[in-house]
């Protein structure tokens, strides 16, 4: 994996205009929008991870919510400053500009309201090498009622399984729950199983539920599946997905 643990093959302006010039995209991102809404309390504290150049943090800025964000990339952290300059100048929105180790070991001070909901679209963790020691960080962000709803790829997705490098890596997605993908026309990054997600987070957080990366349809919700007791063939009902979402509440 590239040494920067969040890599971006596009970022800043460029990567802006691709992830909205695409109907797909557009879709995915509203999907996960409107689910954030249906779980998120009104007037929440919310936290974007892996933020991007802040278009989820200001739809949600816009429907009054208050939103915490942090993202590795410089050029990106630029883009966002500018397209959300509004909300940051009226404290609606704040962006952590540090490095990752150091957005990882800065300690929340008291005068810092507790996250209700921390949102990663786009699939950020699985740029992510250490999942053991971003869920204790988001622990500690959080409340005590917190949840996360983080956007992963699928490991299953029916496209990529017709594919030779799916096949090549599938012995290792079934011995070891991931598998290291090194670039090409993505970004190197990891896939994961939904198990390998509910061991990594399980000493902080406790998956409950996955979501397809796409409503069923446009006129009916999904409510996702249960996955807090195994989840048994969960992975069926996101295979057509790209990505799926998964959500977390906090352990105690």
């Given at each position: 994996?590239?040494?920067n643990?969040?890599?971006?093959?596009?970022?800043?302006?460029?990567?802006?205009k691709?992830?909205?010039?695409?109907?797909?995209?557009?879709?995915?991102?509203?999907?996960?929008?409107?689910?954030?809404?249906?779980?998120?309390p009104?007037?929440?504290?919310?936290?974007?991870?892996?933020?991007?150049?802040?278009?989820?943090?200001?739809?949600?800025a816009?429907?009054?919510?208050?939103v915490?964000?942090?993202?590795?990339?410089?050029?990106?952290r630029?883009?966002?400053?500018?397209?959300?300059?509004?909300?940051?100048?009226?404290?609606?929105i704040?962006?952590?500009?540090?490095?990752?180790?150091?957005?990882?070991?800065?300690?929340?001070?008291?005068?810092?309201?507790?996250?209700?909901?921390?949102?990663?679209?786009?699939?950020?963790l699985?740029?992510?090498?250490?999942l053991?020691?971003?869920f204790?960080?988001?622990?500690?962000?959080?409340?005590?009622?917190?949840k996360?709803?983080?956007?992963?790829?699928?490991p299953?997705?029916?496209?990529?399984?017709?594919?030779?490098?799916?096949?090549?890596?599938a012995?290792r997605?079934?011995r070891?729950?991931?598998?290291?993908?090194?670039?090409?026309?993505?970004?190197?990054?990891t896939?994961?199983?939904?198990?390998?997600?509910?061991?990594?987070?399980?000493?902080?957080?406790?998956?409950?539920r996955?979501?397809r990366?796409?409503?069923?349809?446009?006129?009916?919700?999904?409510?996702?599946v249960d996955?807090?007791?195994g989840?048994?063939f969960?992975?069926?009902h996101?295979?057509?997905?790209?990505?799926?979402?998964?959500?977390?509440?906090?352990r105690?």
């Amino acid at each position: 994996m590239s040494s920067n643990p969040l890599y971006k093959s596009h970022t800043g302006a460029e990567y802006f205009k691709r992830i909205t010039a695409l109907e797909l995209n557009r879709r995915v991102r509203s999907a996960y929008q409107d689910l954030v809404l249906r779980i998120a309390p009104a007037g929440a504290a919310l936290f974007d991870f892996g933020a991007g150049p802040g278009i989820d943090a200001r739809f949600f800025a816009e429907r009054g919510f208050t939103v915490g964000a942090y993202d590795v990339d410089p050029e990106m952290r630029e883009f966002f400053a500018a397209h959300c300059r509004d909300f940051m100048d009226s404290g609606r929105i704040t962006l952590d500009c540090g490095s990752y180790q150091e957005f990882l070991a800065r300690e929340n001070s008291g005068a810092e309201r507790r996250v209700d909901l921390i949102i990663s679209n786009f699939a950020p963790l699985n740029q992510v090498d250490d999942l053991h020691e971003l869920f204790a960080k988001f622990h500690a962000l959080m409340g005590p009622d917190g949840k996360a709803l983080l956007s992963v790829l699928n490991p299953y997705f029916i496209r990529d399984m017709k594919s030779r490098w799916w096949w090549r890596n599938a012995p290792r997605l079934w011995r070891h729950g991931h598998f290291f993908v090194p670039g090409g026309q993505a970004p190197p990054h990891t896939r994961r199983r939904l198990a390998d997600f509910a061991a990594v987070s399980s000493p902080y957080f406790r998956l409950v539920r996955v979501y397809r990366g796409l409503p069923p349809n446009r006129k009916r919700q999904s409510n996702g599946v249960d996955v807090s007791r195994g989840g048994g063939f969960a992975w069926l009902h996101v295979a057509t997905s790209q990505f799926m979402f998964l959500l977390f509440e906090k352990r105690d």
